[in-house]
């Protein structure tokens, strides 16, 4: 027996595993076999993948980021709240304030300054981030309403919050030029009554540096939230190129490992194929038994087997498209060419997305039950049906005979390198389950693969 060794390579964090060359005689086709088909979760030629190398480096700072980010936005949360607290203080001051609002002549500045102050609270604390000129029409309302109930109401309890929230929030939210729009706006709103009311720049002064506190506030805190979103773009653009290097690496791995499987494995069975193959005509030249002739045809075709699985590893390291459910029709024309029978393909259900793993297999399966059915049965018909269900995909490949006779399972052939064994084994490392059985007018293969 042939033991199949793997070679395990490190190539900027890229783990992949190979089959080495069987060695000393065997089972071409067992080894083969067991280079594609492995135990679950590991790595093969078929599975060769990438793990971004730099992941674990970047963690901490991913973990830095997220942090700085949860307390932005509760603190971003508590603004709120406390901008809502005093906004609603202001409501209720002015409502109990003297002159106090109602549809007057008197009155009516008030209600309206009121309303203001309402209508621009939402530009201050609204949960969802509004159009640009709409916060800043609604922050302008609010710098403006709070100037004015101060003029009309200049002894109510802090009647410039609104003034310096506004200012806040507009450097918050804001872009520059619309941010210093309202933050004019403030300022406006509090000089006029402050100049109408007493005139003396002293207290002007003071008042004013409500707003352009606020406003500074609002800008630091507006620039550490652009420097944390910087923050998050570059991590991203760092896993980016970390894991494209890695992908990278992969490929011209992989490309190497498919030039070596090329040039060694490839073209040694290519050398075997031949000879056994001349050393079958020479066999049936000279007479020999037909055991001796058996078993050259045997290992004939287990050497083109294992050609053709090797081929097969080449192209899938060097990145090949593979076959999958779209290529059926084609496989069932060729079918029908090569063997004369009458093969239909159905399909049903909602086609949806399989892995790679999986659309190879499906085809696989089929390729080898149409295979089997071809070399060892007298069907005169075949179908296959393909069938997308809500928690899989299942395949049926059934032949109807007019005789009696029905090969036994271990009878069945391989068309390229696998049989019934080696499907079912490649089905169960997919999670699914392979039955093949004879039934009363044939033989039929299902598959079933989840989704």
């Not at 890695?246 to 011209?252: E, G, I, K, S, T």
């Not at 084994?425 to 009363?440: D, F």
């Amino acid at each position: 027996m042939v033991k199949v060794g793997f070679r395990i390579a490190r190539v900027v964090g890229v783990r992949v595993e190979i089959p080495c060359p069987p060695t000393g005689g065997g089972n071409v086709e067992q080894s083969t076999q067991k280079a594609m088909t492995t135990d679950l979760g590991r790595p093969t030629l078929c599975t060769m993948n990438t793990v971004n190398p730099g992941a674990a480096t970047l963690a901490p700072t991913r973990a830095s980021v997220a942090r700085d980010r949860d307390r932005q936005h509760a603190t971003l949360l508590v603004f709120k709240v406390i901008t809502l607290g005093a906004l609603a203080l202001m409501e209720i001051s002015g409502l109990s304030g003297t002159p106090a609002p109602d549809l007057s002549d008197v009155g009516l500045p008030v209600t309206l300054a009121l309303v203001g102050l309402a209508v621009g609270t939402v530009g201050a604390v609204f949960p969802v981030k509004l159009p640009e000129l709409v916060t800043a029409s609604l922050l302008v309302v609010l710098a403006l309403s709070s100037g004015a109930l101060f003029a009309l109401q200049p002894y109510g309890p802090a009647p410039l919050c609104g003034a310096f929230v506004a200012s806040g929030a507009a450097a918050l939210q804001l872009p520059r030029r619309s941010s210093a729009t309202v933050f004019m706006a403030a300022l406006v709103g509090i000089a006029g009554p402050q100049l109408m009311n007493s005139g003396r720049l002293d207290v002007l002064f003071m008042t004013g540096i409500g707003p352009i506190a606020f406003y500074a506030m609002g800008e630091v805190a507006n620039r550490s939230r652009q420097g944390q979103e910087m923050a998050s773009r570059l991590l991203e653009e760092l896993e980016e190129a970390q894991q494209a290097r890695a992908d990278a690496a992969a490929l011209a791995e992989r490309q190497r490992l498919a030039r070596e499987m090329h040039d060694v494995l490839a073209h040694s069975l290519s050398g075997l194929v031949v000879h056994l193959e001349a050393a079958r005509l020479l066999a049936q030249r000279n007479g020999a038994d037909p055991e001796t002739q058996a078993a050259v045809e045997r290992a004939l075709h287990l050497g083109k087997s294992g050609l053709v699985e090797a081929r097969r590893a080449i192209g899938m390291l060097r990145g090949d498209e593979l076959p999958g459910p779209e290529a059926l029709p084609a496989l069932v024309g060729e079918f029908e060419r090569d063997s004369g029978l009458a093969c239909t393909l159905e399909v049903g259900g909602d086609e949806h997305q399989l892995g790679t793993s999986a659309r190879l297999t499906l085809y696989r399966v089929a390729q080898e039950a149409l295979t089997n059915v071809r070399r060892h049965s007298s069907a005169s018909s075949v179908t296959v049906n393909l069938a997308y269900e809500p928690a899989g995909t299942r395949l049926t490949i059934e032949d109807f005979r007019t005789d009696a006779a029905i090969p036994a399972l271990e009878n069945l052939g391989d068309g390229s390198g696998y049989g019934i064994t080696g499907m079912r084994e490649r089905v169960e490392l997919l999670g699914g389950n392979l039955e093949a059985c004879p039934t009363a007018s044939g033989f039929r293969v299902e598959l079933w693969v989840p989704a």
